[in-house]
Each structure stands twice: as structure tokens, then as C-alpha cells.
């Protein structure tokens, strides 16, 4: 069982590059997010989804797509890569609030450590 | 605002020492609250939750977490840290909206452990 896998776990773009995140989870949750983490500001939600083919924006998410057509995979998008981009972003996923309670965690992929220049 | 505070950004035990991180929400009602532990380079581990009943919850690792309502906070704790446990710390809620869940992160306590 991998759990939640991202990657790559590190990449370094050009300003106005474009490139895909990638996140897989095998456990068949149907709720998956996706978060950035910054020095001082914990982590904050760019975009999340409660199933295949259903995506909806968090705090932070311009600059950022995402898309589900599986249970699976989760990919997120950054069309023209910008230096306030540069952040850890971390991929989480959870049973839905139909789920039983003793469900109701998160579960985190181990990061991918972008930089944009 | 519905937000979670972590007031302590940095904090130093002595290995064997008793901890207390604190945290404090603000959200009308009662959310699920979590702790998470994050080591350098790693992800997110849960270490506890809170959805209802007993206040006083265990997690992994010997953390404890105590909810009180009239005070909105929900602190970890631990009564001996040991050396390992130096790693940030992120208290967390989340809120049901339809059917979709929101995790809002406080913005994290650096723990760092003396020999």
C-alpha cells in the first residue's frame, strides 16, 4: 500500500515554464487536495476535489490547475511558473465526510520542493 | 474569520522535559481539530484527533491533546520529549461544507530538543 505519491520530489523551472505535478493515492479516497507550504504560513489550500471530474479552488489558487478524471490521480497544473511560486507543495487525500468518523484523516504525500528563477 | 493560531513559533525543551504546544481556534461551532508532525524534508503525520466526546485525547508517539471549549484551544502535549521529537508541529481544523472539507493549518511551532 504506497499511500499518497508525488512527483518529482524536486524540480527547478524557468519563469513562464509550465510543468505538472503529479499525485497518485491508492486507496480509493475520493477527496484529494492539493497545499503549499511557506516559511511562517503553514500550509494553505490551492485547489481540491471530492471526486473524479469534480475540482474546486481553495485559498490560493491562482496561477495553479488541476483536473480529476480518476479516483486516483490528482494533477496540478502551473501554466506559466512564477517566482512566488516557489514553495513546497504537498498532495493530501481522506475518505468523505459520508465515510465513517474514525476515517476523517488526512493523508500526505512526502512534498515536491519546487523553485521557479 | 474562521482561522487557527499556533502563538508559539519556536519553542526549546530539554530532552526529558515536559511540553505544551498550544493552539486556539475560531470557528462558531465545535470542528474536528488534528495535530500533525512534520520532520525536516518529510511530509505530514497525524498525531492525534478530535472529533467528539472525551476531551482528552491520545495520540502516537505519547502526545496527548486536551479540547476545552471555553477556551477554544486545543493543546499537545507530552509529559518527556525525547530528542527525536525535534520537528514542526501544525495544529489543524477542518469544517464540513456540503460535501466537500476544508483543513485549515495554523502556521506551525518549530520544536527544537536539548541534549
Known amino acids: 500500500n504506497a499511500g499518497v505519491t508525488q512527483t518529482p520530489k524536486f524540480q527547478v523551472l524557468k519563469t513562464g515554464q509550465s510543468m505538472t505535478l503529479q499525485c497518485a493515492q491508492d486507496?480509493?479516497?475520493?477527496?484529494m487536495s492539493w497545499y503549499r507550504q511557506d516559511p511562517g504560513m503553514g500550509l494553505r489550500l490551492i485547489h481540491y476535489s471530492v471526486g473524479a471530474g469534480i475540482t474546486d479552488q481553495g485559498e490560493v489558487p491562482n496561477g495553479y490547475n488541476v483536473s480529476r478524471s480518476t479516483t486516483e490521480d490528482f494533477p496540478l497544473r502551473l501554466l506559466s511558473a512564477a517566482p512566488s511560486q516557489t514553495s513546497v507543495y504537498f498532495c493530501a487525500s481522506s475518505y468523505s465526510t459520508e465515510g465513517p468518523a474514525s476515517n476523517y484523516g488526512y493523508t500526505f504525500g512526502s512534498g515536491t520542493r519546487l523553485t521557479v528563477v | 474569520a474562521q482561522s487557527v493560531t499556533q502563538p508559539d513559533i519556536h519553542i526549546t525543551v530539554s530532552e526529558g522535559a515536559s511540553l505544551e504546544l498550544r493552539c486556539n481556534y475560531s470557528?462558531?461551532?465545535?470542528?474536528?481539530l488534528f495535530w500533525y508532525v512534520q520532520s525536516p524534508g518529510q511530509g505530514l503525520q497525524l498525531l492525534l484527533k478530535y472529533f467528539s466526546g472525551d476531551t482528552l485525547v491520545q495520540g502516537i508517539k505519547g502526545f496527548e491533546a486536551e479540547f476545552k471549549r471555553s477556551q477554544s484551544s486545543f493543546n499537545l502535549r507530552k509529559p518527556s520529549v525525547h530528542w527525536s521529537d525535534a520537528a514542526e508541529y501544525f495544529c489543524a481544523y477542518s469544517i464540513s461544507s456540503g460535501s466537500a472539507r476544508q483543513l485549515t493549518f495554523g502556521s506551525g511551532t518549530q520544536l527544537t530538543v536539548l541534549p
Open positions: 470557528y462558531g461551532a465545535t470542528p474536528y
Open positions: 486507496m480509493n479516497h475520493e477527496y
